[in-house]
């Protein structure tokens, strides 16, 4: 018989929450704009794509982290 898995109670901010919170939220709110935002920039090869993926992609992730993280502190219990 496996061992029983213990639950947790974390202090403060759930983390895991967090993290899963802001990838959901990430690509929800952050391929839309990377699709908009793409359709008026020229990008003719896949190196370029790449980059200018990362280089919108990147600023929508830290922004909405930040955002998920503040919502979590004050909210939580």
């Known amino acids: 018989m496996p061992e029983r898995v213990e639950t947790t109670t974390p202090d403060g901010v759930d983390y895991g929450w967090v993290m899963q919170t802001t990838f959901v939220a990430t690509i929800l709110v952050g391929a839309p704009l990377v699709a908009v935002l793409s359709a ?3 990008l003719p090869t896949w190196a370029d ?3 200018f ?3 919108v ?3 929508v992730w830290l922004v909405t982290s930040i955002v998920v993280f503040a919502y979590a502190r004050r ?3």
């Open 49 to 51: 794509r790449v980059e």
């Open 75 to 77: 909210n939580q219990t």
């Open 53 to 55: 993926a990362i280089r």
């Open 57 to 59: 992609g990147a600023p």
């Open 40 to 42: 008026t920039t020229p």
